[in-house]
């Protein structure tokens, strides 16, 4: 959300020639990867005992997630939550029947076991992450929001969960106290 004066400074959705249309889905996609890396670097600065680094690192993040967010405004990508929710299940629609099986085979191939394990991890994610925002959908369609629940993620696989963290993640075994929990 924001306030009347900071919604009248940010870019606005305009209609895109197809050059800038495709420089800005570029530009997207390298600000969103360079946000979440540097939330890498700034975790591994914290381990190392540099805290300081840690928050440039954290507040640059934070400024390549603003520039993204722009980006995605000017491209008319930010909707109504159940046009949003069919956004993100066609995404992972595309990475489940696609993309990751693709990028499993060329690991397969190539004798890269940790890089297949990795893309099966992400694969069954993304099945939850599918199934979980064909519910939410839904519910949105029909006016209402989804159950108040803690949702959890597996730290090492990703493998989410909407209720009870099991004892074992089905995908990875490790153990409950594995799992993020956002309530």
Same mark, same amino acid.
């Given at each position: 959300?924001?306030?009347?004066?900071?919604?009248?400074?940010?870019?606005?959705?305009?209609?895109?020639?197809?050059? $800038?249309?495709?420089?800005?889905? @570029? *530009?997207?996609?390298?600000?969103?990867?360079? *946000?979440?890396?540097?939330?890498?670097?700034?975790?591994? #600065?914290?381990?190392?005992?540099?805290?300081?680094? @840690?928050?440039?690192?954290? #507040?640059?993040?934070?400024?390549?997630?603003?520039?993204?967010?722009?980006? =995605?405004?000017?491209?008319?990508?930010?909707?109504? $939550?159940?046009?949003? =929710?069919?956004?993100?299940?066609?995404?992972?629609?595309?990475?489940?029947?696609?993309?990751?099986?693709?990028?499993?085979?060329?690991?397969?191939?190539?004798?890269?076991?940790?890089?297949?394990?990795?893309? $099966?991890?992400? =694969?069954?994610?993304?099945?939850?992450?599918?199934?979980?925002?064909?519910? @939410?959908?839904? #519910? *949105?369609?029909?006016?209402?929001?989804?159950?108040?629940?803690?949702?959890?993620?597996? =730290? @090492?696989?990703?493998?989410?969960?909407?209720?009870?963290?099991?004892?074992?993640?089905?995908?990875?075994?490790?153990?409950?106290?594995?799992?993020? $929990?956002? *309530?």
């Amino acid at each position: 959300m924001t306030d009347e004066v900071l919604e009248q400074k940010l870019p606005k959705p305009e209609a895109l020639n197809a050059m $800038t249309d495709q420089s800005l889905h @570029a *530009a997207f996609a390298g600000e969103s990867q360079a *946000a979440e890396k540097y939330m890498v670097f700034a975790e591994q #600065a914290e381990e190392e005992g540099f805290p300081n680094i @840690a928050r440039l690192f954290r #507040a640059i993040s934070f400024a390549e997630t603003r520039h993204a967010r722009n980006h =995605l405004r000017v491209m008319s990508g930010i909707n109504q $939550t159940a046009d949003n =929710l069919l956004v993100a299940y066609q995404g992972e629609t595309f990475e489940i029947e696609e993309m990751y099986p693709a990028y499993q085979a060329i690991a397969k191939f190539q004798q890269n076991h940790q890089a297949y394990r990795s893309t $099966t991890f992400a =694969l069954k994610a993304e099945q939850d992450h599918q199934r979980m925002y064909a519910g @939410a959908r839904e #519910a *949105a369609l029909q006016g209402d929001d989804i159950a108040d629940q803690p949702v959890s993620v597996c =730290l @090492a696989c990703g493998h989410t969960v909407v209720g009870d963290v099991p004892d074992k993640c089905p995908v990875c075994a490790a153990d409950k106290k594995y799992y993020r $929990t956002f *309530a």
